[in-house]
């Protein structure tokens, strides 16, 4: 026992010998040439109690961004090219810049204005007229003097902005070589941890890539700023030229070719599919009709009572009183089976997205494979803009309720999909496997363990679902669909304020209560869990 | 305890892509565990198991985590494939059975505890229980009493409506025990079942669980990472060591005669006062030289711990008697040194 003690020594921090050799061997290794420089100025920096740096790194300083690509330290030389480059402009501004060239122009102008006064006074006989035009000839030479002295200004300034862009180049160096050194070390830190993805040591690779792009930006950069007369090819990209020389003279352009192309192929693909996308659309009506005739055929009375009731029931008396508040809006301002329309089609959509969503979530959430495959569609479902894909589902299904419905699905599905995907993932493998240590088989697993276990994430996703579907209302009126959305449409198209904001509310209303009355139904089923 | 209900034969798992070449290798070329993962990049998780277990037996199986343990127990209701060797229970071989077969072994043969007790969370203790008979389809009424009964078994009457997060953590345990029960399987099979509980709580469940699976007669394979636990519970112990069974034996057999350095680390920490029995410390009678009137005796099956209170009520040596017989006498140095693990000579 009493050896074991001996061997343990407590040392008080101030006593421990900080032991510089495999340190420095680290850092030799990290920075490749010039590495006892680097040893030395990262122990004074890592001996540095304050905040201010204590090191100058004199390359830096003078080789600029150059130094940082060198060393592979990207994001300073970034920083630092922009900031030099800017630099350089004031400079060149000052330099072989033309300030008050316009002034100059027009003392020029008005010089040989003068001349030819002049001429006329000598050639002229008479005293009257030599007098007049000595006199404009005057006149024409205080306006001459004037226009100089603003030229003089102008080019006083220029100087002044040459030495701003001197003394800018000067502190950009300068901060370069005071934190070249620290920012060098946070690398050499993040390199420590990860020798594997962190570059180290100074590659001529980089170095030349450093240097390229530095050629590539910074003339061009400073020319266009600096030189009035700019070249024409740097103003806009030369896409008529590039045009006539892959197509010819006269044969439109890339753009031309390439839409009229499509065009083509996606008249092609709706004729060829002709039958499948009636299908689709002749199914999506079914749905729709079923809905629009129990919303819209039901006398309203029955409807109105049923939604209050639900509303009560599914999530209180609060939002029933509000529920009711909202149709008495609707039904009093002439917007009662419109409303009722616009609830057909987003209950068709939601109905869709759910029936679809659901299955498609649980298939991504047990097979990883697709799920990786599907997870770009369903990125692209989301963040491509509506008005692009309304397009080709006009080509494909033409326009109305139904093709409109289908334009809300594809934005309204992914939230079901993914959160379905994410809740099957959720179940705990230790249940799982119980379930199947008694015996389950892959369905009763399904439907015993996973689903009820993932609820509460599919669940939220329809939440979503429902209201991303109800956002597309207005977006859909574009291709034809109705409700609510049509009227928001026509008032924009007159610009008609007051219907516009009437019919505006009574979508906010009618994304309210819908909203209300699904998140109260799913809270108060959490509660009870 | 003659019949064998769970047979064991030459089970190897080996986990990775490539596991077959790398089974075939091992066979025909004998390699070991670091060839297998330098050439093949596969992982052997069980390596050559046999055992048999007996009806009504438990039967422990110890080891420290990663040591194969529970892989290996996962063999016997083929939650995992054996990579070659044989699993028998009651006669019959699990690894050729058709899909649904090995459902209706699962769901009648074989009941199954968790570490963490993996109950569902949306279900009533009830339902919980009774899920095991939910699955083979048996009506509600029955299911019901059953699960009521199951429930009865583990103390557990007046909580069957509750939902398991109201439960705590000794509670939710025998919950799973119950359910384990409720199809009154043949076998059962716990997986470390007491390893995430209090101590206090594990002792108890330890002593309840012995005496249910006494009364039950159910051949018992039980996962354990402590050997204290294994002691107390087992009736014989696999000491197993990436994923090879070191020893079997009965709890006084791995105490006394380890196999080798490894066990014998770990037995040196176990207490010997119920393991230790009185013919294997005492001195002839000879070796005593004045009277033995009046002294304590205890038959010669006594442990440690009955000895130690019959000494210290005398300054007398304890006589040991076979059939009535005096044998032998234990003193108090043959009592101290026996509670170390060894012998006074």
Same mark, same amino acid.
């Given at each position: 026992m009493s050896d074991v003690a001996t061997e343990l020594k407590v040392t008080a921090a101030s006593d421990?010998?900080?032991?510089?050799?495999?340190?420095?061997?680290?850092?030799?290794?990290?920075?490749?040439?010039?590495?006892?420089?680097?040893?030395?100025?990262?122990?004074?920096?890592?001996?540095?109690?304050?905040?201010?740096?204590?090191?100058?790194?004199?390359?830096?300083?003078?080789?600029?961004?150059?130094?940082?690509?060198?060393?592979?330290?990207?994001? $300073?030389?970034?920083?630092?090219?922009?900031l030099e480059i800017i630099a350089w402009v004031q400079i060149g501004r000052g330099l072989w810049g033309t300030p008050g060239s316009e002034f100059l122009e027009r003392a020029a102008s008005q010089a040989e204005t003068m001349q030819r006064r002049l001429d006329q006074a000598a050639a002229a006989t008479e005293q009257a007229d030599i007098d007049r035009f000595t006199k404009l000839a005057e006149n024409m030479q205080r306006a001459i003097d004037t226009n100089m002295e603003r030229v003089e200004q102008a080019q006083a300034e220029a100087t002044g902005i040459m030495i701003t862009g001197l003394i800018m180049l000067l502190i950009f160096k300068l901060i370069q070589g005071v934190y070249a050194n620290n920012v060098y070390e946070k690398q050499y830190s993040r390199w420590r941890i990860d020798p594997e993805t962190t570059e180290s040591g100074r590659s001529n690779r980089n170095a030349v890539l450093g240097a390229v792009l530095t050629v590539a930006i910074a003339p061009l950069v400073v020319y266009r700023f600096t030189v009035n007369a700019s070249m024409e090819l740097l103003e806009a990209f030369p896409e008529q030229q590039i045009s006539t020389y892959f197509l010819g003279e006269g044969n439109g352009t890339l753009f031309g070719a390439v839409a009229s192309w499509m065009e083509a192929r996606i008249d092609a693909a709706a004729l060829a599919g002709d039958d499948v996308?009636?299908?689709?659309?002749?199914?999506?009506?079914?749905?729709?009709?079923?809905?629009t005739v129990?919303?819209?055929?039901?006398?309203?009375?029955?409807?109105?009572?049923?939604?209050?009731?639900?509303?009560?029931?599914?999530?209180?008396?609060?939002?029933?009183?509000?529920?009711?508040?909202?149709?008495?809006?609707?039904?009093l301002l002439g917007y009662w089976a419109l409303a009722m329309e616009t609830v057909a089609l987003v209950g068709a959509a939601v109905l869709l997205c759910v029936a679809i969503g659901i299955p498609l979530g649980i298939w991504f959430g047990k097979s990883?494979?697709?799920?990786? $495959?599907?997870?770009?569609?369903?990125?692209?479902?989301?963040?491509?803009?509506?008005?692009?894909?309304?397009?080709?589902?006009?080509?494909?299904?033409?326009?109305?309720?139904?093709?409109?419905?289908?334009?809300?699905?594809?934005?309204?599905?992914?939230?079901?999909?993914?959160?379905?995907?994410?809740?099957?993932?959720?179940?705990?493998?230790?249940?799982?496997?119980?379930a199947v240590a008694f015996g389950a088989s892959r369905w009763q697993l399904l439907k015993d363990v996973e689903i009820p276990l993932a609820l509460p994430s599919i669940m939220t996703g329809v939440n979503q679902t429902i209201l991303m579907c109800l956002s597309m209302v207005v977006i859909i009126s574009?291709?034809?669909?109705?409700?609510?959305?049509?009227?928001?449409?026509?008032?924009?198209?007159?610009?008609?304020?007051?219907?516009?904001?009437?019919?505006?509310?009574?979508?906010?209303?009618?994304?309210?209560? $819908?909203?209300?009355?699904?998140?109260?139904?799913?809270?108060?089923?959490?509660?009870?869990? | 305890m003659s019949e064998t209900v769970v047979k064991v034969t030459d089970v190897w798992k080996i986990f990775g892509t490539r596991a077959e070449e790398a089974m075939a290798a091992v066979k025909s070329q004998g390699?070991?565990?670091?060839e297998v993962l330098s050439e093949f990049q596969c992982v052997v998780g069980v390596q050559n198991a046999?055992?048999?277990?007996?009806?009504?037996?438990?039967?422990?199986?110890?080891?420290?985590?990663?040591?194969?343990?529970?892989?290996?127990?996962?063999?016997?209701?083929?939650?995992?494939?054996?990579?070659?060797?044989?699993?028998?229970?009651?006669?019959?071989?699990?690894?050729?059975?058709?899909?649904?077969?090995?459902?209706?072994?699962?769901?009648?043969?074989?009941?199954?505890?968790?570490?963490?007790?993996?109950l569902m969370p949306h279900r009533s203790v009830r339902d919980n229980v009774a899920y095991p008979l939910e699955i083979r389809k048996i009506s509600k009424?029955?299911?019901?009493?059953?699960?009521?009964?199951?429930?009865?078994?583990?103390?557990?009457?007046?909580?069957?409506?509750?939902?398991?997060?109201?439960?705590?953590?000794?509670?939710?345990?025998?919950?799973?025990?119950?359910?384990?029960?409720?199809?009154?399987?043949?076998?059962?099979?716990?997986?470390?079942?007491?390893?995430?509980?209090?101590?206090?709580?594990?002792?108890?469940?330890?002593?309840q669980f012995k005496a249910l699976v006494a009364q039950l007669r159910k051949t018992t394979l039980f996962i354990t990472h402590d050997l204290d636990e294994a002691i107390r519970i087992g009736h014989r112990i696999a000491i197993m060591k990436d994923g090879v069974i070191v020893q079997i034996g009965t709890p006084e057999q791995i105490v006394m005669e380890p196999a080798d350095d490894y066990v014998r680390e770990f037995v040196q920490g176990i207490s010997k006062l119920k393991l230790v029995k009185a013919h294997s410390i005492m001195k002839p009678l000879e070796t005593h030289s004045g009277t033995l009137d009046g002294a304590p005796r205890a038959d010669h099956g006594a442990d440690l711990d009955q000895l130690i209170d019959l000494a210290v009520e005398t300054d007398q040596p304890v006589v040991i008697t076979e059939g009535g017989v005096d044998v032998g006498i234990v003193t108090k140095p043959c009592l101290l040194r026996g509670i170390q693990g060894g012998k006074d000579e």
């Open positions: 421990i010998e900080i032991d510089r050799e495999t340190l420095d061997n680290s850092i030799k290794e990290f920075a490749g040439p010039n590495g006892n420089y680097y040893v030395e100025t990262f122990h004074k920096i890592h001996d540095n109690t304050s905040f201010i740096p204590k090191t100058f790194n004199l390359w830096a300083a003078v080789l600029g961004p150059l130094w940082a690509s060198s060393r592979a330290i990207w994001g $300073m030389f970034w920083a630092f090219l922009i996308f009636d299908g689709i659309v002749s199914g999506v009506r079914t749905v729709l009709d079923g809905l129990a919303l819209n055929g039901s006398p309203w009375p029955v409807v109105m009572l049923v939604i209050a009731v639900t509303a009560w029931r599914a999530a209180g008396p609060r939002v029933a009183i509000f529920t009711v508040a909202a149709m008495a809006y609707t039904a990883r494979r697709a799920y990786r $495959m599907a997870e770009p569609v369903l990125d692209l479902m989301q963040t491509l803009p509506a008005f692009v894909y309304l397009i080709p589902i006009i080509a494909f299904f033409g326009t109305g309720n139904p093709p409109g419905i289908l334009a809300t699905i594809i934005f309204g599905m992914p939230p079901v999909i993914r959160l379905t995907a994410l809740g099957m993932r959720g179940v705990p493998e230790s249940i799982k496997e119980a574009l291709i034809g669909g109705g409700g609510l959305g049509q009227e928001i449409l026509e008032a924009l198209q007159f610009a008609a304020k007051g219907p516009g904001l009437l019919g505006g509310f009574a979508i906010l209303f009618l994304a309210m209560v $819908m909203d209300r009355i699904v998140q109260g139904a799913f809270r108060r089923k959490d509660q009870q869990d | 390699i070991g565990k670091p046999n055992f048999e277990v007996a009806r009504g037996e438990i039967f422990c199986i110890m080891g420290l985590s990663g040591s194969g343990k529970s892989t290996l127990v996962r063999h016997i209701n083929r939650l995992i494939e054996p990579t070659a060797g044989k699993i028998e229970i009651l006669g019959q071989d699990v690894s050729t059975i058709s899909e649904s077969e090995l459902r209706r072994i699962r769901a009648q043969q074989i009941g199954m505890v968790f570490q963490h007790m993996a009424s029955k299911r019901w009493a059953v699960s009521d009964h199951a429930l009865g078994l583990v103390d557990l009457t007046g909580y069957e409506d509750r939902l398991p997060r109201e439960l705590s953590g000794g509670m939710q345990q025998r919950v799973g025990i119950a359910r384990a029960l409720a199809s009154d399987p043949e076998i059962l099979l716990m997986d470390e079942p007491f390893s995430a509980l209090d101590p206090l709580i594990r002792l108890q469940l330890q002593d």
